[in-house]
């Protein structure tokens, strides 16, 4: 789905995860668009926004900080900002491993075997979260888990309400803003300090990504919403390098190309 100012004869292109809910219709931002003739195209399908970054066709991109992970050492992009979470302001994010609150498991290392939902394999809170923790102990995900995708967000925890998995691990902002998770299930891990999805953008575009920037800190939900993220802040370069730390320590990656549409 292309949104605000489609791409016309020499116009900038946009590739933004549709996961993240970027507010495409905010005045400001579709008056930004138009005016620097910025097309955007909102996808759930990771794989292939994954890879048309590493082929260098988009001129900005919005997505999941694990996928820059791929990027990393590519001259081509900057990352300009972070997004913050519209629960607490910060440009930090915190997953929990959750189970349904009958479930006798006290920690992860009792869910040996168990079915793991994720919504996608480039998704730093459900996917890579887990697979952080478990190489922790030097341990696979996909040799612990039976791992599969699932609906994303309240999907993942609702998945687990409904016993289709017996645990995902999913943002805690998600978690809290559920009325009824907390009763319904329990968290039996988390892992801290996870930077929020980066915005990057071609790094020879100097004077395009200054105003972007300028534009990105002024946005702020639309009344009635209930965004997950909510406006931006400075790039995140410290946790960003955290992560990509933690993930060249695991046993394996995803193998980029074969797909990971939720």
Request: net charge neutral; proline share 6%.
């Amino acid at each position: 789905m292309v949104e605000a100012g489609a791409v016309k004869g020499g116009g900038r292109t946009g590739l933004f995860d549709g996961n993240l809910e970027f507010p495409l219709g905010d005045a400001g931002w579709r008056a930004f668009a138009a005016r620097e003739r910025c097309g955007v195209e909102s996808t759930d399908d990771l794989d292939a926004l994954t890879m048309r970054l590493i082929g260098h066709e988009p001129d900005l991109c919005y997505l999941p900080s694990a996928s820059v992970y791929f990027m990393r050492g590519d001259p081509v992009y900057r990352g300009i900002a972070s997004a913050c979470s519209a629960r607490t302001g910060k440009p930090e994010q915190s997953s929990v491993l959750i189970v349904a609150r009958s479930n006798p498991a006290a920690d992860w290392q009792s869910l040996r075997g168990a079915r793991l939902g994720y919504i996608n394999t480039y998704c730093t809170t459900s996917y890579f979260a887990p697979s952080i923790l478990l190489a922790r102990e030097g341990l696979a995900l996909s040799e612990f888990f039976k791992a599969f995708p699932v609906a994303p967000w309240q999907g993942q925890i609702d998945a687990v309400v409904a016993g289709t998995i017996d645990a995902t691990m999913v943002f805690e902002d998600v978690w809290l803003a559920g009325k009824d998770n907390a009763a319904l299930t329990k968290v039996i891990a988390r892992l801290d300090g996870l930077p929020t999805p980066p915005f990057l953008v071609r790094a020879d575009d100097g004077g395009f990504a200054k105003r972007l920037k300028e534009q990105l800190v002024t946005l702020e939900a639309a009344a009635g919403t209930h965004p997950l993220y909510s406006g931006f802040s400075a790039y995140e370069e410290v946790r960003m390098a955290s992560l990509f730390a933690a993930m060249a320590k695991l046993p394996c990656l995803p193998k980029l190309g074969t797909g990971a549409r939720t």
